[in-house]
């Protein structure tokens, strides 16, 4: 299992508190905390509709709360101005549900687009960065030139995996970031996220249903059940009485995934 550092400050790269959602009279989130310590891998689950996604883009400050107030990296986001808000965006990485490229562009210029929209770097300085980004992403240097049409569903989250990477991110969100993939991909792909995050020193912050994944990548587990979240490692979420929470842990594929672990 990958560690985590708090030695730095608080060791809070996160914090959220009181965090309420509303979407007209439907509420998602109501009194929610959350923090997040620098170097954790952290797996985000919860039944439909618990708001996994939205939780994701409200600490990104896409999307901004009915109440409550989040931290990221030390910076209020609810009180930043536009310019600052990007340039806390920009210390972070962001992997959306498949992969969410643009399909008129290469790989390469895909992962190019950070570089140019945070940066003033030279063409052929950006074009050298994509070019190591898509390596460290896993794929083979031909991927570069290739359209996302033309790339398998696993190489498109590698493609998109390799644009969060492009500004050398503090913090990685993952949404659903195996989703898709055949279980011998999805098993590599979480090796990958723990090599990069041992390697880079990431805080990642992953939204995921995949039981593979919390089992063998995640320090800890955040689950959304009643509107909060409740957070703690495998073991104490298996020991945990909450009927969700003990038919998600100990049902077969919960089963299955620990078996496989061990």
């Keep these: 299992m ?3 550092d708090s030695s730095s400050g608080d060791g809070v790269v996160i914090r959220v508190r009181g965090l309420a959602t509303r979407f007209g009279k439907q509420v998602v989130h109501e009194g929610l905390d959350l923090d997040v310590l620098r170097g954790e891998v952290l797996g985000v689950v919860g039944g439909s509709g618990t708001g996994k996604s939205v939780l994701l883009k409200e ?12 931290e990221l990296l030390g910076k209020d986001i609810g009180q930043l101005s536009e310019a600052e808000r990007v340039a806390v965006q920009a210390r972070t990485g962001v992997l959306f549900q498949n992969g969410a490229l643009f ?12 570089l140019k929209e945070h940066t003033d770097l030279p063409q052929a300085l950006a074009a ?23 790339l398998s569903g696993g190489m498109v989250k ?14 990685l969100f993952l949404d659903e970031p195996t989703a ?11 090796q990958l ?18 039981l593979d994944s919390l089992t063998s990548i995640c320090d800890r587990i955040a689950v959304l059940v009643d509107k909060r979240i409740r957070v703690g490692t495998l073991e104490q979420h298996l020991n945990d009485s909450h009927p969700w929470i003990h038919d998600y842990f100990h049902g077969p594929r919960g089963r299955a995934a620990r078996h496989a672990e061990a």
């Design 2 to 4: 990958p560690s985590f």
């Design 59 to 70: 600490i990104l400050g896409l999307i901004r709360p009915a109440e409550g107030s989040i």
């Design 103 to 114: 399909s008129s562009m290469t790989v390469a210029e895909n992962v190019m687009v950070p």
């Design 128 to 150: 050298e960065i994509a070019r190591i980004k898509i390596a460290m992403a896993g794929l083979p240097p031909g991927a570069g030139p290739k359209y996302p049409s033309e």
């Design 158 to 171: 590698r493609a998109g995996l390799a644009r969060a990477l492009a500004l050398d991110p503090e913090i």
């Design 180 to 190: 898709g993939l055949d279980p011998i991909g999805a098993a590599a792909f979480d």
């Design 193 to 210: 996220i723990r090599s990069l995050q041992r390697s880079l020193g990431l805080t990642v912050f992953m939204v995921t249903h995949d």
